[in-house]
Nanobody
Framework: VQLQASGGGSVQAGGSLTLSCAASGSSFSIYDMGWYRQAPGNQRELVARIISSGSTNYAASARGRFTISRDNTKNTVYLQMNNLKPEDTAVYYC??????????WGQGTQVTVSS
């Protein structure tokens, strides 16, 4: 499975960005798709995840500002980020877990929020 993430960039505080991550390959079914982030000096942390049923889970810092969604026909997960804050600055990684419980990570996309 290959993951291609896109949509990162630089915005001012209060701005919005949408990240997308498309999974490709052969003979796989996805159970869990999610976004994680890692700021310099910090551990990688969960931002949001969505499982195949559509159930979602958000970090407290993301709840109310970020929305995760997925298009199962395209094996793509999206993260709509609104009201961005400087503390959201990080490299964002998508993660996919297949129904065989194999985990794949995307290459990371930089999000920079200036005050």
């Amino acid at each position: 499975v290959q993951l291609q993430a896109s949509g990162g960039g630089s915005v001012q505080a209060g701005g919005s960005l949408t990240l997308s991550c498309a999974a490709s390959g052969s003979s796989f079914s996805i159970y869990d798709m999610g976004w994680y982030r890692q700021a310099p000096g910090n551990q990688r942390e969960l931002v949001a995840r969505i499982i195949s049923s559509g159930s979602t889970n958000y970090a407290a810092s993301a709840r109310g500002r970020f929305t995760i969604s997925r298009d199962n026909t395209k094996n793509t997960v999206y993260l709509q980020m609104n009201n961005l804050k400087p503390e959201d600055t990080a490299v964002y990684y998508c993660k996919v877990v297949t129904t065989r419980l194999v985990t794949y990570w995307g290459q990371g996309t930089q999000v920079t929020v200036s005050s």
